[in-house]
């Protein structure tokens, strides 16, 4: 088994506990979540941190029941960063005080937003590259504070709604602060964190080229001389995978690419190319555009939609699958946000704002066991990952695509008419985005085609044509995302490009909708 060094994220539940694991990971330490539930003293040997950091949270440590470490956490012998939940846990765990925040009203002790703290003129390992320029610009938010810090600790930064910004107490490596370093709003975050793996002893022995060796042993070790199989979409995630498993087995991996007749120009012919004959990966190209398009005539609903093509996949993958024979492992490109369990507090289910393509379910239905060499990894890991197995950059690079692909592009009837205009205007405008070197600082662009014809005027004649709108968001995780501001040239050439090029358009409008209240695709 490979070990490595750990950092132990204890989770309680703030939205941004994420972020820190990816700082985390850029420094190439490897760090685990754990919701605070999850952490018996059991869990905690089988774990054996080298240092430990408390996210922070919504409750409020004054309420009585409020999340807690296991009491053991303080035992181990290692470093602990505290987070602003953290911090206070950490402080009243240890014999602090904590004190309710008072809102509105004169004197109040809440923080919420940007704030400078000012260092104390003792100086520690943690705030090493700190206060250069004599205050440090941080992200609060806090209703509570620490109002007495507990026996042992010393204070190091100040701001002024939080006398105990930065607290430590150094003979046990304990520190805590007020703020959240991981957010992007404490510009020199980055550096405390570095500050305290170092502190803490980590050598930085999580790296992709590392992890390649030990994933592919670990994939022999799982797999023996078994068969398996691996549904191929076209996107980052699912290719990783693929290629990272055929150097571990080479031909007990076929790969199994599903053409739903819903995707971009080119990319079925370049997905078969690059894998079945740059890479030699057995590949069973299933050309079912024929079944998708035929059962989606007519349909007009986007769940509908949604559920025909995710209904239709897992029959079609299924039966290709089956050709393959003997199959005992299904491999799939999870990645580390899927595995995560998250701390819920709200308790009650969450509204499907739309049902979501994937092939869950499977395993079970078909009686594979699971082959999941990503598990461990963040989104921009498995990018690194697939950099290290010789993937074109070009490739690892692309923008998101959606299961049901091209389908939720064209709102309405979908015909296959549409979806060729659809194809070429996309293809214009990518064009454009790659010619001005936009494409990488877009998180996600794409042609969507209007269920509406509008009228135009073309040399002397009257044209009756679609009209498609353009989409282009910045987003890190597509939870969120704001439109992309291009400029007025840009758009205007991008227009008349789509325009001349595409026969079928007459039209172009740009969404300037962010997420919420849009989402990024139409449908
Ligand atoms: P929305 O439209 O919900 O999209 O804001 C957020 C991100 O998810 C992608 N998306 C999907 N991906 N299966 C997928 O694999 C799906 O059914 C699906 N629907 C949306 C979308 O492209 C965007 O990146």
Partial sequence: MPSHDTLLIVDFGSQVTQLIARRLRELNVYCEIHPYQSLTAERLTQIAPKAVIFSGGPDSVT???????????????????????????????????VEGGKISGGGGTAEFGRAYVTPTDKRIDLLTGWFLDTREQVWMSHGDHVSE?????QVYGTSPNAPFAITADLSRHFYAVQFHPEVHHTPNGKTLYENFVRLAGFTGDWTMNAYRDEAIAQIRAQVGDAKVICGLSGGVDSSVAAVLIHEAI??????????????????????????RDHYNIPLIHADEADLF?????????PEIKRKTIGRLFID??????????????????????????????SGGPSVTIKS???????????????VEPLRELFKDEVRALGHELGLPA????????????????????????????????????????????????????????LPVRTVGVMGDGRTYDYACALRAVTSVDGMTADYYPFSHDFLGETATRIINEVQGINRVTYDITSKPPGTIEWE
Wanted: with cysteine; hydrophobic share 40%; net charge negative.
């Fill in 63 to 97: 309420r009585a029941g409020s999340p807690r470490p296991p009491r053991q956490i303080y035992d181990l012998g290692v470093p602990i960063l505290g987070i602003c939940y953290g911090q206070q846990v950490m402080m009243q765990d240890l014999g602090g005080q």
């Fill in 149 to 153: 810090i507990a026996p042992g600790f």
């Fill in 250 to 275: 080479g031909d007990q991996l076929t790969c199994v690419f599903v053409d739903h007749g819903l995707l971009r120009q080119n990319e079925a012919a370049e997905v078969v190319a690059m894998f």
């Fill in 293 to 301: 398009l035929d059962e989606l005539e007519g349909v007009t609903d």
């Fill in 316 to 345: 079609v993958f299924q039966k290709h699958a089956g050709d393959v024979g003997g199959a005992e492992f299904l491999a799939q490109g999870t990645l580390y946000p899927d595995v995560i369990e998250s701390v819920s507090f």
């Fill in 356 to 370: 979501h393509h994937n092939v869950g379910g499977l395993p079970e239905k078909m009686g594979l066991k699971l």
């Fill in 394 to 449: 070009s490739f690892i690079g692309r923008h998101p695509f959606p299961g049901p692909g091209l389908a939720i592009r064209c709102p309405g009837e979908i015909t296959r008419d549409k979806l060729d205009i659809l194809r070429q205007a996309d293809a214009v405008y990518i064009d454009q985005i790659r010619r001005h070197g936009l494409y990488d600082e877009i998180w996600q662009a794409f042609a969507a085609l």
